[in-house]
């Protein structure tokens, strides 16, 4: 019913954004009104690697208005193997260029903001500043301890991601109310782990992550807020995983 009405060809004339997203649309949760609002969001992604490949097309698909993609890399041959946004041809060209260029291609409406740069304590709140929420898809902790600091520290919405070998696990953080990332992890700053990464762990929990900040965007359905999924590829399992505000947090303060 809502369907033959929001694709009615008077409608459609009037607004082509109802026949591209009416599927979605459609959807009680989300609606007209749910899809003007994703158009008016703005998301900062940063990474535009495995999760970040899979997070930028969902997000493109579905109509986010506005996204900044940052990244200092460029791609890499050995890339290609799971970061599913960028081609052969884009070998040697910096990858928030790359992603812009695949996402364009699919959705030529909205605005794409590429930065080939690497967030830092000094620049991120001029990153974070002008979008409504972050997902952080970076290949690194320190990345991920700084747009946490930052988001706490402004109230915005993060959707964190990490993969390593045939595992992965995502959460929000969404502070005041939740606890935050450093809550977890405070003594693994310093940790650097790179080793190999079976490709569609990072397309699983990639697409988790999109689902999250389309949720935030929307407010709609429960938010990983101080719940933790973990999922393991060889097993073939989830698991959630509780968790609640540290006391001790330096960043959130408990
Ligand atoms: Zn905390």
Redesign the pocket.
Known sequence: MLLEKVCSSELKDRNPELLRYQRQIILNEIGIEGQIRLRKSKVLLVGAGGLGSIVAYYLACSGIGYLGIVDPDIVEESNLQRQIIHTEENIGMPKAISAMIGLKKINSKINILPYPDEIKKENVFQYIEDYDLVVACPDNFNSRFILNDSC?KTGKPLVVGAVNEFEGHVFDVI?PEG?????LFEEARDEKLTRGIFAPVAGVIGAIQAAEALKILLNIGNFLKGRMIVYDALKESFREVKFL??PA?N????
């Open positions: 706490v502070s606890p935050c990332y450093n809550c505000k540290n947090c960043v959130c303060k408990g």
